[in-house]
């Protein structure tokens, strides 16, 4: 299943008061914005992926985006979370990019991002992880044996980074098919 969430939609739903209600500053509007992300998302069970569009958002700060993004992604890959969410950022600008890349690798986060009509990764994750982890996304899904033969790697590796990244929630593993979270999973 996918969820889609419009943070600009969330922000002027808890802060209608709010001068700008484009802009994600402080850690204050920060944990408001998750905390309402975090309800809305506890309605929800099974494995989803969580789509987080900032399209309409115009600043958003590295504390927000800590107590955003990065708690969220964390608050994922709890073994007790009853909610099994994969999530994809969009509507980034590329300066937006580049300081949320910042804050997830500050804490040895990974999570998706779809940018100018491609997947990529942002935060902490070697670059053989994130090399493989384009190839799959161009695919659109495959078997390690496959993207073994594809990326020229042994077996062995390229079946242990599809693990870490499945294990990270960047790939959805399915009876041994991997494949990237997209809004068209």
Same mark, same amino acid.
């Given at each position: 299943?996918?969820?889609?969430?419009?943070?600009?939609? +969330? %922000?002027? #739903?808890?802060?209608?008061?709010?001068?700008? #209600?484009? *802009?994600?500053?402080?850690?204050?509007?920060?944990?408001?914005?998750?905390?309402?992300? &975090?309800? &809305?998302?506890?309605?929800?069970?099974?494995?989803? $992926? +969580?789509?987080?569009?900032?399209?309409?958002?115009?600043?958003? *700060?590295?504390?927000?985006?800590?107590?955003?993004?990065?708690?969220?992604?964390?608050?994922? !890959?709890?073994?007790?979370?009853?909610?099994?969410?994969?999530?994809?950022? #969009?509507?980034?600008?590329?300066?937006?990019?580049?300081?949320?890349?910042? $804050? !997830? #690798? /500050?804490?040895?986060?990974? !999570?998706?991002?779809?940018?100018?009509?491609?997947?990529?990764?942002?935060?902490?994750?070697?670059? &053989?992880?994130?090399?493989?982890?384009?190839? %799959?996304?161009?695919?659109?899904?495959? +078997?390690? @044996? @496959?993207?073994?033969? &594809? %990326?020229?790697?042994?077996?062995?590796?390229? /079946?242990?980074?599809?693990?870490? !990244?499945?294990? /990270?929630?960047?790939?959805?593993?399915?009876?041994?098919?991997?494949?990237?979270?997209?809004?068209?999973?």
């Amino acid at each position: 299943m996918i969820t889609q969430i419009d943070v600009r939609n +969330v %922000l002027a #739903r808890i802060g209608p008061d709010w001068p700008d #209600r484009r *802009d994600l500053v402080t850690r204050h509007t920060g944990r408001a914005v998750r905390s309402s992300i &975090e309800t &809305e998302l506890a309605l929800l069970t099974g494995r989803r $992926v +969580v789509v987080l569009d900032f399209t309409e958002v115009r600043i958003i *700060d590295c504390s927000c985006a800590d107590e955003i993004v990065a708690k969220l992604v964390m608050a994922s !890959l709890v073994a007790e979370s009853s909610l099994d969410a994969f999530f994809v950022i #969009r509507g980034l600008n590329e300066h937006q990019m580049d300081d949320i890349d910042e $804050v !997830l #690798r /500050r804490q040895r986060l990974v !999570l998706v991002a779809e940018f100018g009509g491609a997947l990529r990764l942002l935060g902490e994750v070697a670059e &053989e992880a994130r090399m493989t982890f384009e190839h %799959l996304a161009l695919r659109g899904m495959a +078997v390690a @044996e @496959e993207l073994a033969v &594809e %990326l020229a790697r042994p077996l062995d590796a390229v /079946r242990a980074t599809l693990d870490e !990244l499945s294990l /990270r929630h960047v790939l959805l593993c399915d009876s041994g098919r991997y494949r990237p979270p997209t809004a068209a999973a």
